[in-house]
């Protein structure tokens, strides 16, 4: 290698790497001010409550001092402008403000009631890629036969089926019919790996089934995709084994459409959690939400809808940066 | 026409569901659910609301074709009735998405300016919020019930709609063929009848079923957890509210409901992928 060639390519990446950090930057900028907007909606929430929020949430039979004490609580007496700001500068302290019911403060019964909802959202996420990428990539190779027949068919209903409804059947058959899994309920990490995966496991698959769907259908498109290439029949040619293409080229390639499809299933997964939480009877972050609006509990529903909205803007901004890792092509885009 | 807008004759577009096996079943499925939803009352083999507290969690018989529910009521006939909100909880929630996405679409695809930036920054920021957040937020403002949870998922499609909305009408509006008809004087009225709207109605077509079939899944979560349909009113996810709780007695019973909704999903989803393909729309990736 000339010294002008090893130059040129060091100028190259400097380059280059500008130009990924000036896209990290974007992204965060693009990131922070939807976050932002996200910000002002939820405040606007408790405004677009018609009537006086103050009655409506403290209920028909409540008494006047209750109404008054709601209103002051919000501080509902206070301009709008003023009291966006006042709960602004809080929020980005950290301090979502304090339940209507319990007095606790939002972020910590947040964080309290999250552990399950990880918990199980990360294990679907596992489940769906072990499960999505493998069958995937299966069917991908045996285009037309019998496996990739069933395979599409599955993934067609897999992807048209509730996951709550899934969870109750499996519910159904894992857990009333036969007394393998406990029907409801969460233990922590601490009651020991099989006590705990036992009740992990099937809120879990019920989630991350119709993720895994998405995922074959992806990842068999994909492989098909690459099979055609001609850097795959040229290795084909000079008589490459199949496990060595499915390693070096198709395994490789299959990590793009992983990418997107949990980068657009992340919405789907924090909205189903939230049902899957219901049938199971588990306390996370699910009940927490679904408490919170039948409780007219408006502090916890924003807290809430804020920490959904900045999961899914830095799941987003991963996937974004993730592309960029896996395919150097799309740095400068 | 160049770009991957062929219009959407809806001739031409009945026809290529109807030559594919399974999109032509699934168009016979939403037929029949239509039929059901219409004439509920008079094909119903018995009252859906008439309760037999003696003949609690029947099995399957001639007489209950898919047996009894906790209060004794015909769940074969409950179907029929909830196929009702089946059909209406769908189409509130993508009027609502049509209402607020297409106008606002086509002005900022058509116009850009001011229009196109709020709403485009609008529909970031709606979309940073998953399906069931956000419908859980509008509910804990408007209450909950069927209506006001249709409304909610509508609100939340609309950006969806509007960005494919706006996408279309872009593509189209770079044809010569409309540059020249507002060349000639063709007032916008005009413009956007005869040669965007029946250009973009493709895609917007293919997003709409799918969106169908999407609505459902998100009525049936709502009611699921006590947000959407009230009682005595049935949805299918009401009613697996109900054949939940009673799980223990009649672990059969969450099977009817389940199976009709991933029924109607599916069928909502075929015939959005067999129009998608019929008018040469690439699926996403």
Known sequence: MSPGSAHSSFHVRWTEVAVSAGMVIRRLGGGLLVL??????????VQLIPGDP???????????AEVARIRAELGLDKPVLERYFEWFSGVIQGDLGNSLFTNRSVADTIIEAAPPTVVITLASIMIAVVLGVTVGVFAGLTQGSWVDRTVSTFATLGIAMPSFWLAMVLVSVFALANPW????????FSEGFWEW????????????????????????????DVLTRPYVRTARARGASGTWLVRR?????AAIPVVTVLGLQAGRLLGGVIVVEAVFGISGLGSLAINAVLQRNYPMIQGYVLFSAVIVVAINLIVDLAYGWINPKVRTA | MTTATRSARPRHVLRSILRRPSSATAFGFIVVLLFFAIAGPLIYPHDPEVQDLGNRFADASWTHLLGTDEFGRDVASRIIQASRIAVIAPLISVGVALLIGLPLGLWAGLRGGVVDSVAGRLADTVLSLPALVGALAIVAVLGPGLVNAMIAIGIIFSPGLFRVVRGATMSVAEETFVGSAVAIGSPTRRTLWVHILPNIAAPLLVQVTILMGVALLVEASLSFIGLGVQPPDASWGSMLKAAYTNQFHSPFSVVPPGIAMVLTVLAFNTIGDSIRDAVGLRRRT
């Open chain 1, 54 to 64: 103050a009655e409506v949430i403290a209920g028909e039979n409540a008494t006047v």
């Open chain 1, 36 to 45: 932002w907007l996200v910000s002002i909606l939820t405040f606007l929430l």
């Open chain 1, 181 to 188: 899994l406990p029907a409801t309920g969460y233990v922590d």
């Open chain 1, 249 to 253: 080229h198709i395994v490789r390639n």
């Open chain 1, 197 to 224: 995966s036992s009740y992990v496991i099937l809120p879990a698959t019920a989630l991350g089934v119709a993720t895994a769907a998405e995922l074959a259908r992806h990842t068999r498109g994909c492989v098909a």
